[in-house]
């Protein structure tokens, strides 16, 4: 088979996909992420030997398989271990206050390729022990979920990682795996990965006493993220804290039951 490079995608297609990316996960692809859009579609119609996004998008409309590798080739997002260092800071000032008889759950929700995740459970196991806490982590982007579960990743992806956590937990490849790095297993088994769609609740997880939503809101309207926050939330234990990205805010979101305590940091209130 053939491997074309370049295929035109209309306007009239872009919208198309627009429409069905807003459908499903509710993410708002304005113009300026067509291009993108553009090539990281082309090898699913070079997957299918097509020549047209028109053809592409009949298969993803009816296909529901097709419907979720279209997700997953369009919501493949930047992220790196420690993001947002002054999270962590937070993170590890309240889990010095958790009582020796109580165990934490926290909630990656956005979690992508995986390193907030085990970022979080760094922190968790470096003060709790391996018994005390769980990292629960989820995404829509199936693929990423796989990459998390095997937790192995380029070296280079270790630079924010500090010395102690690196002999921690982090075990340096060798031979095949030359230029990489893993994640220790007695780290990986409290931390749990499972797909989720934000946009319906998740009633079957459980309650998490700090969820950390981070650069997810900034693809939502003010309707979606409203929705989000809300569904969230329920998750929530009271009291309970809400991280969201620095580069995000509620300022549109009207939600009594969270008050901001810090830059990007929310508490669940009781009403």
């Known amino acids: 088979m053939s491997i074309v490079n370049d295929i035109t995608l209309y306007d009239s297609e872009f919208v198309l996909i627009q429409k069905l990316i807003f459908k499903n996960v509710g993410i708002t692809l304005d113009e300026s992420k067509k291009s993108l859009v553009k090539n990281r579609l082309m090898k699913r119609l070079n997957f299918y030997g097509l020549s047209k996004f028109s053809d592409y998008l009949r298969i993803a409309q009816f296909n529901r398989d097709e419907a979720s590798e279209m997700i997953n080739q369009i919501t493949t997002n930047e992220t790196y271990f420690f993001r947002e260092q002054v999270h962590f800071d937070f993170l590890q000032d309240i889990v010095k206050q958790v009582k020796a008889d109580e165990m934490l759950r926290v909630w990656s929700a956005a979690t992508s390729l995986g390193a907030e995740a085990y970022s979080i459970a760094m922190v968790l196991d ?3 022990g391996d ?14 979920l796989q990459i998390a ?11 924010k990682i500090s010395n102690a956590y690196k002999q921690s937990y982090c075990l340096k490849g060798k031979n095949q795996y030359d230029k990489q790095f893993l ?3 007695e780290l990986q088994k409290n931390v749990y990965f499972s797909q989720a769609n934000l946009l319906e609740v998740q009633s079957e997880i459980g309650r998490f006493d700090i969820i950390f939503l981070r650069n997810v809101l900034i693809y939502f309207n003010d309707e979606i993220k409203a929705l989000v926050i809300e569904n969230v939330i329920k ?6 804290y809400l ?6 805010n509620l300022r549109n979101i009207n939600n009594r039951m969270l008050k901001q305590v810090d830059t990007s940091i929310y508490q669940k209130v009781q009403i």
Do not use: M
């Open 126 to 128: 470096s003060i709790l």
């Open 243 to 248: 991280i969201i990205s620095l580069t995000e």
């Open 183 to 185: 994640i220790n297993h």
């Open 149 to 159: 579960k095997k937790g192995c990743y380029p070296l280079s992806w270790a630079d």
């Open 131 to 144: 018994s005390r806490y769980e990292v629960f982590a989820t995404d829509i982007n199936t693929e990423v």
């Open 235 to 240: 998750n929530l234990k009271n009291s309970g």
